[in-house]
T-cell receptor
Framework: QKEVEQNSGPLSVPEGAIASLNCTYSDRGSQSFFWYRQYSGKSPELIMFIYSNGDKEDGRFTAQLNKASQYVSLLIRDSQPSDSATYLCAVRGNTGFQKLVFGTGTRLLVSP | DAGITQSPRYKITETGRQVTLMCHQTWSHSYMFWYRQDLGHGLRLIYYSAAADITDKGEVPDGYVVSRSKTENFPLTLESATRSQTSVYFC??????????????FGSGTQLSVL
């Protein structure tokens, strides 16, 4: 079992719809959870982070964390073609920063 | 410009050659990291550094060497390149490792091909 799992996609949504990206993790002691966006040929950039159970909203993005079920999700409201990218989930365990583990990413395609 | 820069952007080399990838950051961030990104594997940590002269192995360190004599520089050396080291390499930095500092800033990457 991979430590951080994501569906590779592509996830296709029409413009204006809500895109829902999911991530599960295996280390129950994980402390910190991140979503990075990576455009094709570019480097990852942090878009959201969450530490506590529940929802965290930032503009059109909402991160949701459920530690009991060991999943974290990212919702993108009013999806735009410019949101088309690969979204990487990253999880840090409780053994130090060197244990930041990335998922393989979900490719999102937003069609006009 | 402030930020984190990597060089070269693209590199082609042959098996057995030594290659050094450069990483420079202007934020005076304490923490620096080297990742490789491959299809099906995502980002994997090669080496990291908590400060000048402090480095440690990550998940996939074999065949790589790092040094950090100055806070701003963190070069990655492939001692004898192999085809399996063909990948995209990202350098990253982070200012602190408290809750708010626990964010990585990535360089633009180096695409390395080993023939």
């Amino acid at each position: 079992q991979k430590e951080v799992e994501q569906n590779s996609g592509p996830l296709s949504v029409p413009e204006g719809a809500i895109a829902s990206l999911n991530c599960t993790y295996s280390d129950r002691g994980s402390q910190s959870f991140f979503w990075y966006r990576q455009y094709s040929g570019k480097s990852p950039e942090l878009i959201m982070f969450i530490y506590s159970n529940g929802d965290k909203e930032d503009g059109r993005f909402t991160a949701q964390l459920n530690k009991a079920s060991q999943y974290v999700s990212l919702l993108i409201r009013d999806s735009q073609p410019s949101d088309s990218a690969t979204y990487l989930c990253a999880v840090r365990g409780n053994t130090g920063f060197q244990k930041l583990v990335f998922g393989t990413g979900t490719r999102l395609l937003v069609s006009p | 410009d402030a930020g984190i820069t990597q060089s070269p952007r693209y590199k082609i080399t042959e098996t057995g050659r030594q290659v050094t990838l450069m990483c420079h950051q202007t934020w005076s961030h304490s923490y620096m990291f080297w990742y490789r990104q491959d299809l099906g594997h995502g980002l994997r940590l090669i080496y990291y550094s908590a400060a000048a002269d402090i480095t440690d192995k990550g998940e996939v360190p074999d065949g790589y060497v790092v040094s950090r004599s100055k806070t701003e520089n963190f070069p990655l050396t492939l001692e004898s390149a192999t085809r399996s080291q063909t990948s995209v390499y990202f350098c990253a930095s982070s200012g602190t490792w408290d809750r708010e500092g626990e964010k990585l800033f990535f360089g633009s990457g180096t695409q390395l091909s080993v023939l």
